[in-house]
């Protein structure tokens, strides 16, 4: 088959890549919170962004240096995987050694495929890319995990003073953007970011839930999106302040989404999550998740 590399022009790109992952949901980590993930400022680094065309100049295969999550997001048609797979990690390969010692470059990138995708594995492996599943005390990996949209969803108890409601636009952006790095204990998170979220097509602003304390300051958030037929939906992100853990506010806000999504009539909701947080494991367990498929997590350093 005949390949052809080309730049990255800008959304009507993204559109091409977001519709490849959702043609072939069941190869692709990422595939309904795409809009959340191809909104952040890597896009502002367009040469960081490769794309593969065949011979008919259909989009086969892209992948993107996530700055913001020092992962490295792909996609490739199935049919065309033993050939596009191995040039676009070659082209990372490349990219992240130019940028190593830029502003933007990583001492190490990693890059998700499910554990029964032999062929990506084998792939990875070829590339130089180590499994962090047996890495001792810094093992990682994650799973993906399905609960039921019809399922009941508990209500619980709302501290007297809290609200649980939908973000107020542009005008809580910041205010999110100070919540969200408090929680993840990172700046990747940007104002820009954030407002890119909420002028894409495919967000819902009823399904971006935040939870209010009685000083009017946010203390919690929970993102739900849905795939363009409505059938599927998805979580990400969720996090909640440690001054206001106590309160269990992040399973409020959980809870409200999974309402929501129930309203909305998908069939299935998923979450990706780190298998050793504990913390965030057993409260998608006890609210109906289960897991579904195991996440292997590849890296490779460039220090």
Known sequence: MRVIQRLYCGDADKTEMV???????????????????????????????????????QLAAWAVLQKPFWTIDCAC???AQ???YPLLLAWADLRARQIIDTVGGRPAWYI??????????????????TSQANA????????????????????????????????????????????????FETKNMTA???????HHPDYTPGLDVVVSVPDGRLAAFCIGWLDPTGRSGQIEPLGCHADFR????GRLALAEVLRRLKKEGVGQIYVETDNYRDTAFRLYQSLGFEV???????RKDYA
Not at 192 to 198: E, G, N, S, V, Y
Not at 246 to 249: N, P, Q, S, T, W
Request: glycine content about 4%; hydrophobic content about 45%.
């Open 112 to 129: 998700n495929v499910f554990s029964d995708q032999t062929t990506c594995i084998h792939i990875l492996e070829e590339a130089g890319f």
């Open 136 to 183: 001792g005390t810094d093992a990682w990996s994650k799973v993906f995990m399905l609960r039921p949209g019809s399922l009941p969803v508990d209500h619980f108890r709302i501290p007297p003073g809290f609200t649980i409601r939908p973000l107020a636009g542009e005008d809580e952006v910041e205010a999110y953007v100070a919540l969200h790095q408090a929680v």
């Open 82 to 84: 033993v050939e596009f």
């Open 292 to 298: 579904v498929r195991d996440i292997l997590v590849f």
């Open 19 to 57: 519709a490849l992952a959702r043609a072939f949901p069941a190869e692709h980590t990422h595939v309904i919170d795409l809009p959340y993930r191809l909104s952040s400022w890597a896009f502002d680094f367009p040469e960081n962004v490769g794309l593969w065309v065949d011979s008919d100049e």
């Open 77 to 79: 048609h199935p049919a």
């Open 192 to 198: 820009a970011w954030r407002r890119r979220i909420l």
């Open 246 to 249: 106590r309160y269990a506010l």
